[in-house]
């Protein structure tokens, strides 16, 4: 779906659209690799899947099946068309307790920063390169151990790109160090601000994408409002522990009546969706706070370089992008709104008025 629209991040998110999206598919999934559904106990949505690939590095073996997010990253991200590659990185890094997201983009900026000539092969001890599913899974390995060009790969994009110097933090694809997940910054309107915003860095479970734009460009009016109206929500539901997937498609992408109803059934509370969004934005606020007193401000609450200048070359989203000016106009407006300084440290009525001091 997202290729369709042109938003889907492909070869370290320079262009965003990829020619063998297909090979990557729910349908090669579903045809080929997955045996049965799994989920958490009890529930009746069953997201997860165990998929068995007939060769590779896991071959006969049952795993869990990459999410998409992952499919992004070790996939379009690298320009790899092989799943079964796709699911064995994804196995190595739940064996080792990484992050696929971090890994595909970490691996993407360095084949960028290797193909520009901006880092050498022998400064790197040895090589990352595109469209080259076999060696990511590798790659991962000596991340995971730290071994050779392995010690470096952990570091992260942000840290490695530090090192590198020149021009590689142009292509960098991360906000506060936390590189992006696979719903484009540029393409998908709220994500710039949301990135940004948002208190982990380039998560999208602050602010949530919306999915399902019109084909003409949406542009930026009321991304603003959306962006604080679905942090507040994502916080509340993170505090109650609600599966994301479930509080979206049950309740809807908002704090709404039925939240409300269903908060009070649970807890004996008689609340209603002022009270829970005001709970929404007290623990946002307090998220933000710790981040302030470990020295963060608007200098960190940026998109990537690319994110603001360059527009997306090709593809049904092509011309999109979200200039310097437009996003600091956003950002002058969503500081106003959460009653936070123009350097974003929450204002002193802001957190009277929440109950935080």
Request: charged residues 25%.
């Amino acid at each position: 779906m997202l290729n369709s629209r042109g938003t889907l991040c492909t070869h370290n998110a320079a262009v965003e659209t990829f020619e063998f999206a297909d090979d990557l598919s729910d349908e090669q999934l579903k045809q080929n690799y997955i045996v049965r559904n799994s989920a958490c106990y009890g529930c009746p949505v069953a997201c997860g899947k165990v998929v068995k690939s007939p060769d590779g590095e896991y071959a006969g073996k049952k795993l869990k099946m990459p999410e998409y997010e992952t499919i992004y990253a070790l996939g379009s991200m690298l320009d790899n068309r092989d799943i079964v590659s796709v699911i064995d990185g994804n196995g190595v890094c739940d064996l080792y307790g990484m992050d696929t997201i971090s890994m595909g983009v970490t691996l993407s900026f360095v084949a960028e920063c290797l193909e520009r000539g901006i880092v050498s092969q022998s400064d790197l001890g040895g090589r990352v390169d595109f469209a080259d599913g076999r060696g990511m899974v590798e790659l991962v390995k000596l991340t995971a151990k730290k071994q050779g060009i392995g010690k470096l790969l952990a570091l992260g994009s942000l840290r490695l790109s530090q090192k590198f110097g020149a021009d590689s933090h142009r292509l960098l694809y991360c906000v506060k160090g936390l590189e992006i997940a696979g719903h484009s910054a540029r393409g998908i309107r709220p994500m710039a601000l949301g990135y940004a915003t948002s208190t982990r860095g380039g998560s999208h479970h602050d602010t949530r994408p919306k999915y399902l734009f019109p084909d003409d460009d949406p542009g930026f009016e009321g991304q603003v409002e959306y962006n604080i109206t679905s942090q507040n929500y994502t916080a509340l539901g993170d505090s109650l522990i609600m599966c994301r997937f479930v509080q979206e498609k049950g309740f809807g992408p908002v704090i709404d009546k039925m939240t409300a109803s269903v908060v009070n059934y649970v807890t004996g509370w008689d609340g209603d969706q002022r009270e829970l969004d005001i709970i929404g934005e007290r623990i946002y606020n307090l998220e933000r706070l710790i981040n302030v007193r470990r020295g963060l401000g608007r200098r960190d609450d940026t998109p990537p370089w690319r994110t603001m200048n360059e527009p997306i070359p090709n593809g049904p989203a092509q011309g999109r992008y979200c200039s310097s000016e437009n996003f600091h106009r956003m950002l002058d407006e969503y500081y106003r709104l959460r009653g936070w300084s123009q350097d974003g440290v929450p204002g002193q009525a802001k957190l009277s008025e929440l109950g935080l001091r």
